[in-house]
């Protein structure tokens, strides 16, 4: 499909941002099983499906030296249990129309189920979800095959060089701290990750007091409470695991080229960014709709796009987590462009508070507010969000406070909040490709 | 859809037309009807959020281009943001920002559509506007000559600088060599270079009118109302003599064709292709019942971790890495059946391609059975449900069938119509659709160049200014 801008990485981030709802319909329900886990919960009534989420603090800022350990136990969770191998648990979840998927990222592993709400295809897919989470089984036959796997996609990572800037950035910006590598880990330490590594990630992260457990559906409170009990029944209690290392900024500003057979140069700027529960989130949030996060009217793709045609898509986005996640510019440009193209970016952080008025933050405004209906408009978007805010233990009224907030910013504090963490921090500019 | 970049990205519209069936047939309300000046119109109701997908499609795509100037379907997508007498470039989207909506555009090789998704409250707004770049597009050579420093940057970021788009290119070159089929949506390098200004004014008068267009809107509307409002904006929009696009339908293949090319890549990559009838190709009621045997075989092969290439090739033989089937039963000309595969360490592309024409050899032997049909009906059946998700993706489904030439009714019989298909059905169009000497055949492998260190130099440290 052609179109007139890849959005898919902004969308992807924005859905992970964007956190707000302005129907109040939209009731988040939440309790604890008495295992400890943490329930978030919307009714949806209109479509008899559920979506279930499974959030456990078990992404790779766990990893330890094993880096790639939290991936591959999320990847082999769903081949293997004390009862079923790999083929039944497949053939389990297919043959009853259900959908089974797992990912880790930095923060969390999360999985996911979807299926049927009739109760019939609803308890067997639950039962098989939670025996694949309580009961997993690492096959050492299993590792080995996916071990082969991982490490090819990590062999052609070295062929694409989007992915090679941002893993340069994420190590560069975050040096010795867990947030620093990959998720997927590199080819050495994946080569270490034994089975009973494996075993022992799962033991300790893998239990009811680490997870938290979302559902959104045709089920009604006391039928969440049922399925969610039987979920976290299936997991140890365990305790929750210590917080991490605190995020310490990069000394001094970097500019880091890697040279790289391509006719574009891929370029990210990068500096320390802010964690979820930030007071200056929603300020900044909308700031960076007006700088690079808006798409189409956002002043980095007028200055980049529209006026001197330099680039297809280019973006900024905060990444908050559970500490400070980077802001990040991104672009790709010709080789001949390169330096040039960085100069604009530069030069937009530079004037950018100059650019802002009232005018500007109305349109901003009108839009996240106007929008708010769109970022909920499925059940689909529905489970990310209340895994998000329940997982980053966000107040449950969130989807209704954020709206009210950004309503309320005046363009001083938008500045100010700006201000306060763009060009604070050291800034990092990575450059992949053969800049001219 | 999807063709000019990676069919990795590739998103059957048999997965969605899979998907669309319950809800319109049963439970919504789903209506069509025409305009005095021939546009089309299709309004679904979906009250389950106060928002509506509002979507026009244009039947142009890479399908209607002549050589010379391949993608220019493509760049008059990109210039439809680019102003009419009313409205300065960049205002359209800046307006439906305002709204807090979504906007976009994107071309395929039978279609360029233009959609919004905004609250329900300003369907009005955005029809006023679309309606009025349907005919009074400002066609200017200052934005046009940027815009094209755009999609030529566009193309070095999708298919320059990926080696396994351009084998993709290459490979869908070979097997079509006299249907449009032939070049890809985003165009060839030289065409890009040498639009004119007055190439796109033609093809913007040529196309773009209501009789070759499609409305579509989904969502939390009045049926009544919707059609009441498209009178009044896009009633007045004059209609053109559109010429029907010639059949161009692809020669019968007469051997193997191959090709094997070299890139900066570090695994090897694979294709394979045999050429098959879709629903709108197909020349009788017996070829349409193999489309729907042809989806089904499809879905076996590689619709789920259940299928044959995640249990036999992935778990069992250990030969791939990845790999993937792909068939749109929806294409407007023609299609193709499409294997890709990455091969593990210590398995060529030959021997990958040896293991894909054995898995055919077994389905072409032996009928699959009960069981594997009705975990992929169970699927099919389930995703009815999952697809009302999502308006966006049911007004996607509407626009594709109508843009195509399909019925709408096609999605209520789609259902129906795979049920009726046998083992013994799917057995035959391996036979008949599958032969090695009939095939198309790519291969990339890595050029040997080793990747480049991971040390970087510093070039210079300085503050942020």
């Known amino acids: ?436 | 859809m999807f063709k000019a970049s990676s069919r990795k990205f590739a998103l059957s519209i048999f997965a969605m037309l899979a998907c669309g069936f319950f809800s319109l047939s049963a439970q919504a309300k789903l209506s069509e009807f025409t305009l005095q000046n021939g546009l089309k119109i299709v309004v679904k109701e979906d009250h389950r959020a106060p928002v509506v997908v509002h979507q026009v499609w244009y039947r142009v795509g890479s399908n209607y281009e002549p050589n010379g100037i391949t993608g220019i379907s493509h760049m008059l997508e990109h210039m439809m943001f680019k102003g009419t007498a009313k409205l300065k470039p960049g205002e359209f989207s800046k307006l439906v920002a305002r709204m807090g909506g979504e906007e976009n555009a994107f071309t395929t090789n039978d279609y360029t559509v233009y959609y919004q998704v905004v609250g329900k409250q300003h369907l009005e707004d955005v029809m006023r506007l679309e309606a009025d770049r349907m005919r009074n597009l400002q066609l200017d050579a200052k934005e046009f000559a940027t815009e094209r420093q755009v999609v030529t940057e566009e193309w070095r970021w999708r298919v320059q600088d990926r080696p396994e788009s351009k084998l993709y290119q290459a490979f869908k070159a070979m097997a079509f060599v006299n249907s449009p089929e032939h070049h890809p949506v985003i165009g060839w390098k030289s065409d890009i270079d040498s639009w004119s200004l007055d190439d796109l004014k033609s093809w913007y008068q040529r196309w773009y009118a209501p009789n070759n267009a499609t409305l579509v809107v989904v969502g939390d509307v009045d049926t009544d109302h919707v059609l009441n409002l498209a009178k009044r904006y896009y009633g007045p929009a004059k209609a053109e003599s559109i010429e029907e696009l010639k059949p161009q339908v692809e020669q019968a293949q007469l051997g193997e064709r191959r090709l094997k090319m070299k890139g900066a890549t570090q695994l090897p990559n694979l294709l394979i292709g045999v050429h098959v009838p879709t629903l709108k190709s197909a020349e009788n009621a017996q070829q349409r019942q193999e489309v729907y045997a042809l989806s089904l075989l499809n879905d076996l092969i590689d619709g789920d971790d259940s299928s044959i290439l995640t249990k036999e090739l992935v778990r069992k033989q250990k030969s791939v890495v990845s790999a993937s089937s792909y068939y749109d039963p929806t294409e407007k000309l023609s299609s193709l059946f499409t294997f890709e595969a990455t091969p593990s360490s210590g398995f060529s592309s030959e021997e990958v391609e040896k293991r894909f024409w054995e898995m055919i050899k077994q389905l072409q032997d032996k009928p699959v059975s009960e069981a594997a049909l009705q975990r992929v009906m169970a699927q099919t059946e389930a995703n009815y449900v999952y697809r009302q998700d999502s308006m966006r993706g049911q007004a996607m489904l509407l626009g594709s069938l109508v843009s195509v030439g399909l019925p709408l009714d096609t999605i209520d019989h789609w259902l129906l119509n795979l049920r009726k298909v046998t083992p013994q059905q799917i057995q035959a169009v391996a036979k008949k659709y599958f032969d090695p000497e009939k095939a198309t055949v790519a291969i990339l492998l890595p050029n040997g160049e080793k990747p480049t260190s991971a040390q970087q130099m510093s070039l210079q440290t300085k503050g942020v200014h």
């Open chain 1, 1 to 436: 499909m052609m179109q007139r801008v890849q959005l898919q990485l902004t969308l992807l981030f924005l859905g992970c941002l964007l956190s707000f709802q302005s129907l109040a319909a939209v009731k988040i329900q939440s309790w604890q099983t008495s295992q400890g886990a943490k329930v978030m919960f919307v009714a949806a009534p209109e479509l008899p499906m559920m979506d279930m989420r499974v959030a456990f603090d078990a992404g790779s800022a766990r990893d330890g030296e094993k880096w790639g350990l939290a991936s591959m136990t999320a990847a082999l969770i769903g081949s293997a249990t004390a009862t079923r191998n790999e083929n039944q648990i497949s053939d389990g979840f297919n043959r009853l129309g259900s959908e089974f998927s797992q990912q880790a990222g930095r923060d969390s592993a999360d999985f996911s189920l979807r299926c049927l709400s009739r109760e019939d295809i609803r308890k067997q897919a639950l039962a098989q979800f939670s025996e694949v989470l309580g009961k997993a089984r690492f096959d050492d036959k299993i590792l080995q095959r996916e071990r082969s796997r991982w490490l090819a996609m990590l062999k052609q990572k070295n062929s694409q060089p989007q992915v090679l800037a941002s893993d340069l950035l994420w190590k560069t910006l975050y040096g010795d701290h867990p947030y620093a590598h990959s998720s997927d880990g590199t080819m050495q330490t994946v080569e270490t990750i034994k089975q009973a590594d494996l075993q022992a990630f799962y033991q300790r992260y893998y239990t009811a007091s680490n997870a938290v457990i979302s559902l959104v559906g045709d089920l009604d409170r006391k039928q969440a409470e049922r399925i969610a009990e039987q979920l976290a029944q299936a997991l140890p209690q365990g305790t929750k695991p210590k917080a991490l290392p605190p995020v310490e900024e990069m000394k001094n500003p970097q500019t880091l080229m890697r040279e790289f057979p391509s006719t574009q140069t891929y370029i990210l700027n990068a500096q320390k960014g802010i964690k979820r529960g930030d007071p200056d989130y929603v300020a900044l949030f909308v700031a960076n709709e007006a700088f690079g996060g808006g798409g189409f009217g956002s002043y980095l793709m007028d200055e980049v796009r529209e006026k001197r045609g330099l680039a297809y898509s280019v973006y900024s986005y905060f990444a908050p987590m559970k500490l400070a996640g980077p802001f990040t510019i991104g672009l790709s440009t010709k080789n001949a462009s390169a330096k040039q193209a960085q100069e604009v970016v530069d030069h937009s952080l530079h004037t950018f508070v100059a650019t802002l008025n009232e005018e500007r933050l109305q349109e901003i405004k009108d839009n996240l507010i106007g929008g708010f209906p769109l970022r909920m408009d499925s059940n689909a978007k529905l489970v990310a969000y209340i895994s998000m805010i329940g997982f980053y233990g966000l107040p449950l009224d969130y989807l209704q406070w954020f709206p009210q907030q950004v309503e309320k910013l005046s363009l001083q504090q938008v500045i100010d909040a700006w201000k306060k963490h763009i060009g604070k921090s050291p800034m990092l500019r990575v450059m992949v490709g053969e800049p001219k």
